[in-house]
């Protein structure tokens, strides 16, 4: 199918420029922003060169519908959702701008008529790094849903010189190297210096009162830090309209340290103004010292500041009272990091405002919703009181207040039900004390969600029964989705055309059109073009594996895939357990029917998180052995792609057949890399953790393949403990074979002690992830999973129906329910 003459895109405003003459003109484009941007001679360019100056005369027709765009919105005075994130993962701009403006024949054709290829040039742009993984990347997806679906909405973070860190492997350990992208800037982003924001930190209050008696304190004594505005346009689908991003930039502010200048140390001054510059400057600073853990609850007020200075800008043009705010204004806090906004919003209607605090409160809770992402107690933020009074100290005078007001309503509800009180309040009073930020986000809100369904429901009957309990309508779910747009049409273009040649391009925008696939799953001819597909992009993986690692891999092997963060509760562990069953039943029984299968990993481990990197030492151990042992020969073989990211996962996903999503039941609040893979084909191992359980719903129980404990029995062996790991350990030869091989350091060069630590998790009874639990049940399910690859005609019969049935995971769907049932915002059908 061709994307330009087959599909709307051809009929959009870009591509209408693109006349008899449009080609010339855009190549002219192009040579412009060489010369004047670039300073280069068109004809010594480069392919980075080029690269950016495509990107620059792509971004001057992005930037002239972002007028157009907002003077509409300005127009119909329309409600404005503000969605704050810490984290958006964008990853490559230039290709899904391209596809998204309709325009790839005609800048392919443009550029080969300049002598270079788009997709050389595309490997020329960095990653945007803005972000750790999932939460991120489910920022991005809202946004490119929402500009799709004309929602007048912004997205608001912070424009990191350096993001997430470069992964290199080195003699299978993780090292860490610094992530610069922004070393040569970014064409994609616009430096709005008119837009610059003083933000205060530390200093003290001055109490006072008004004329009427009223407590009016004055934050005073403040170090200040600009906030600069930096913008990064987002282009809908087909539609010519444009959002933007707005990531904000320290800046010192102008005004020299005089106590520093006047006492003759200048350069002393000049290097406190510099330091104040590193609050934008690094991704999640490390929160194991204090100095990281105090920038990083000033990365989080620097970005929520100045969002509400912008906010206000906008408001004030057309209000002089705050009654309307909340039917103007809606803040989406994703996750508990811009839960600083709440007490800030306070601030400005009590101080600056002058507002009462009941009218204040009233406005705040009908403007706020909070989206919670995470199941699990210890991974809910939370900051000392000590350091929120000093780096904020006025907002923690307001924190203390709602929650002063808040205990006293939960008293009246629960008379003497000092459980509540304890559990419910925003201040922990063990020592040190500190502020309870997901408290904080759900009293401050009208509406808090969870991201999957089984993730809601644990948050009613657990996490937050006791706000359930008080609010009964305010935890709702929402389940999240991803952009079709770039993980199916953009990264597995072939798969795309071949979809679109059947039942249209309509898919797109609509992603439950892909039901009519269903009538194709056992036609003989498509099964095989379909199969085909796969194949072709197994081998572009295989050649980056080769290229990347020089490990040769089998296309034709089962490719059973795993990326994402690497972190204990998303077992990585486990799967190496299988990976040695595996390897040893092919050295004891060479004849068994074990289908080829090549194991591949990709992520990160957080630097400090000294357990997962273990892991990721594991699996390279375990891969070494195996990739050269000549006795199982290319029956099997592991891969570990450092540095993982989007455009990595962009080649990953589309080869997949094995999608393995085997995280212990009740710990991932949805995950989304489950949905990426299931839409290119590829069939799902898996708990019922998650969306998992969603997806399975619909695909049908017999196209994915479940494992292990429910959410239910994994609790109930927390505290019960059934059965004990070591139990397990001693009962189940498969099992023991496995631990002996690990303990007699069978994958460390005889090392006993390298791995001790992991074998020590494995039969602890404490074993929260229930590794060892779950290991018989994956192993029975991993046969089965090896039997249906045998019946190629079967699997690609499954392959077809997970991709024909899983519409409801588009985050068009997810953002169009955030839009009609939280923020009270009408959407363009």
């Not at 620059?56 to 027709?61: E, G, I, N, T, V």
């Not at 004329?211 to 505005?229: F, K, L, S």
């Not at 540095?643 to 999503?661: G, R």
């Not at 005609?793 to 939280?822: C, H, M, P, Q």
Request: aromatic share 10%; hydrophobic share 40%; net charge negative.
């Amino acid at each position: 199918m061709d994307l330009q003459t087959d599909s709307p895109t051809s009929q959009n405003a870009y591509a209408s420029i693109f006349g008899e003459t449009g080609i010339e003109e855009f190549k002219a484009c192009i040579r412009h922003h060489l010369v004047s941007f670039q300073g280069r001679d068109p004809d010594m360019a480069g392919k980075q060169d080029v690269c950016r100056a495509l990107s620059y005369a792509l971004r001057d027709m992005l930037m002239e519908k972002w007028f157009t765009t907002q003077k509409t919105v300005y127009a119909q005075n329309k409600k404005r959702v503000y969605y704050l994130s810490l984290e958006f993962l964008v990853g490559r701009s230039l290709g899904n701008a391209i596809i998204n403006m309709g325009l790839l024949g005609q800048v392919s054709e443009a550029l080969e008529q300049l002598g270079y290829n788009l997709e050389e040039l595309r490997e020329y742009e960095e990653d945007a790094a803005l972000g750790n993984g999932g939460l991120g990347r489910l920022a991005s997806c809202f946004m490119d849903s929402i500009a799709t679906m004309k929602i007048p909405a912004y997205g608001y973070g912070i424009l990191y010189d350096f993001g997430l860190f470069n992964q290199t492997i080195v003699d299978g350990y993780q090292l860490e190297a610094p992530d610069s992208w922004m070393r040569l800037g970014s064409p994609w982003i616009y430096e709005r210096t008119s837009f610059m924001y003083p933000i205060h930190f530390y200093g003290r209050v001055s109490s006072g009162t008004d004329a009427e008696g009223n407590y009016r304190p004055q934050w005073v004594d403040t170090e200040v830090i600009m906030a600069m505005a930096c913008d990064m346009l987002v282009p809908g689908f087909n539609n010519d309209h444009v959002i933007n991003m707005r990531l904000w930039k320290a800046k010192a502010s102008r005004e020299l340290d005089l106590s520093f200048f006047n006492a003759g140390d200048y350069i002393n001054a000049v290097e406190n103004k510099v330091r104040s510059e590193t609050i934008s400057k690094v991704l999640y600073p490390s929160d194991e010292i204090r100095e990281g853990q105090e920038l990083r609850l000033k990365q989080q007020y620097f970005f929520v500041a100045a969002t509400f200075h912008d906010i206000l800008r906008r408001y004030r043009k057309e209000n002089r009272t705050f009654t309307d705010f909340p039917n103007q204004v809606a803040v989406q806090l994703n996750d508990t990091h811009p839960a600083i906004a709440i007490p800030e919003l306070m601030r400005i209607l009590l101080d600056d405002e002058r507002l009462g605090w009941v009218e204040a409160w009233d406005i705040c809770v009908k403007t706020f919703a909070y989206t919670n992402h995470t199941l699990m107690p210890e991974a809910l933020e939370t900051w000392t009181v000590e350091m929120l009074s000093r780096v904020l100290p006025r907002h923690m005078e307001i924190i203390y207040e709602i929650n002063r007001r808040f205990l006293e309503e939960v008293n009246e509800r629960y008379p003497g039900n000092m459980r509540k009180l304890t559990e419910m309040s925003i201040i922990d009073e063990n020592q040190p004390k500190r502020v309870r930020m997901a408290n904080l986000a759900i009293i401050g809100s009208h509406s808090t969600n969870g991201v999957a369904a089984l993730h809601t429901e644990l948050l009613k009957k657990h996490l937050f029964h006791n706000f359930h309990e008080m609010y009964p309508n305010r935890i709702n779910s929402k389940t999240n989705g991803i952009t079709p747009r770039r993980w199916l049409l953009k990264c597995n273009p072939e798969l795309s055309s071949f979809i679109s040649d059947k039942i249209s391009y309509n898919w797109v925008t609509d992603l439950d059109q892909l039901r009519m696939l269903e009538k194709y799953h056992t036609d003989k001819e498509f099964c095989h073009q379909w199969r085909q597909i796969k194949l072709n992009n197994k081998k572009r993986l295989a050649a980056l594996i080769q290229k990347r690692s020089g490990i040769v891999v089998d296309p034709r092997s089962m490719f059973d895939i795993q990326v994402k963060r690497i972190h204990e509760y998303k077992r990585q562990l486990l799967n190496v357990l299988h990976i040695i069953e595996i390897y040893q039943r092919l050295l004891t029984t060479p004849d068994a029917n074990i289908q080829p299968r090549t194991f591949i990993f990709a992520g990160k481990a957080a630097p400090s998180y000294h357990r997962a990197k273990l892991i990721i030492k594991l699996i390279n151990s375990v891969g070494e052995v195996i990739n050269n042992d000549p006795r199982v020969e290319d029956r099997l073989k592991v891969v570990f792609i450092p540095n993982y990211n989007v455009s990595l996962a962009e080649i990953i996903i589309p080869a997949a057949d094995l999608s393995e999503q085997i995280s212990t039941a009740g710990t991932e609040a949805s995950g989304t890399g489950n949905m990426k893979f299931a839409l290119n084909g590829a069939l799902t191992i898996g708990t019922l953790d998650g969306a998992n359980i969603e997806i399975r719903e619909e695909v049908g129980e017999e196209n994915i393949f479940i494992f292990g404990m429910t959410a239910e029995e994994a609790e109930y062996e927390k505290k019960c403990k059934s059965r004990k790991p070591y139990q397990i350990y001693e009962q189940n030869p498969v099992v023991s074979k496995i631990i002996d091989a690990l303990a007699k350091g069978v994958f460390s060069h005889g090392d006993v002690n390298l791995f001790r630590p992991l074998i020590n998790d494995l039969l602890n009874e404490n074993d929260k992830y229930h590794l060892l639990l779950d290991l018989e049940s994956y192993l029975e399910c991993q046969r089965t999973v090896n039997d249906c690859f045998i019946d190629t005609d079967e699997w690609t019969r499954r392959s077809i129906l997970n991709v024909a049935r899983v519409g409801k995971f588009s985050s068009d769907r997810t953002i169009k329910e955030y839009a009609e049932e939280i923020w009270g915002v009408e959407v363009d059908n």
